[in-house]
């Protein structure tokens, strides 16, 4: 099994948005580059399977945990949210499966069924631009940046932040993640989250020895570490959603 997945509305959104707002045809246009996008991808890969997640209406279980996780996200154009059916219609009759749970994000989905189909022995490409997918992307699980033409590696975290990717989720959970309006610890920026990191390891060891850390950093850390254990439950992938699909519902069948 070869897994294509498509973080649907991270393709599709980047792609509207790349169009022009005041043309009538928008729509129309974001659904043919959008299913080209697709199509080369699944060529690339060499794809058997393949499967494009779309987010659900929600609430979510991170709602629950954290009301105000989103809160300032921008919200989808209603002529784009009106016209997802029909784009997912159209992905059918292509023979690309679209899947779609209320209950949870579409990042969770995609986790559970990589980290599902890399357990059986198949291999995984994530078309994701979201980096945060690359806490999963090590053995037969890739992520793939569609905009760039490239698939993104260890190297893309550690050049970029200095991390391991093992630590991308402990060093958000620590400077938290605006994304998503996840707070982080107070007073903890980028640089010095990752000199933490260094010198503890993870999340955990920074939060232990919090009151060996001199100075208002120190303090911060001892009086918010729930903030930082929230976060830490809010930005991490979740992997073991219960899922009614069977993944050979997931074979492209591409059209005769």
């Not at 928008?26 to 060529?43: G, H, P, Y």
């Not at 982080?184 to 990752?194: D, I």
Request: aromatic fraction near 6%.
């Amino acid at each position: 099994m070869n897994l294509l997945l498509i973080d649907a509305m991270n393709l599709i959104r980047r792609i509207y948005a790349a169009q022009s707002q005041h043309s009538q045809d928008a729509i129309e246009q974001t659904l043919l580059l959008s299913q080209n996008a697709i199509l080369k991808d699944l060529e690339i890969v060499d794809a058997t399977h393949v499967a494009c997640v779309f987010d659900g209406k929600g609430p979510t279980w991170r709602h629950a945990i954290y009301p105000d996780y989103k809160a300032d996200r921008k919200p989808m154009p209603d002529e784009l949210g009106q016209a997802l059916p029909a784009y997912m219609a159209r992905f059918k009759d292509l023979g690309i499966a679209s899947i779609v749970y209320d209950q949870f994000e579409a990042d969770d989905v995609i986790a559970t069924l990589a980290v599902k189909t890399a357990a059986k022995g198949g291999r995984v490409t994530i078309v994701s631009t979201d980096k945060g997918f690359m806490q999963i992307a090590k053995g037969v699980i890739r992520l793939y940046h569609h905009f760039d033409k490239r698939f993104l590696h260890p190297d893309d975290v550690r050049q970029q932040l200095g991390l391991e990717p093992h630590q991308l989720v402990d060093f958000l959970s620590l400077v938290g993640d605006t994304t998503n309006h996840v707070p982080g610890v107070a007073g903890v920026g980028p640089k010095t989250a990752g000199q933490l990191l260094d010198q503890y390891g993870d999340l955990d060891n920074v939060l232990i020895h919090s009151d060996q850390i001199k100075g208002r950093i120190g303090q911060s850390l001892s009086e918010h570490f729930r903030v930082a254990l929230r976060a830490r439950k809010l930005v991490r992938l979740k992997t073991d959603c219960e899922l009614d699909l069977n993944l050979q519902d997931l074979r492209y069948t591409p059209p005769r």
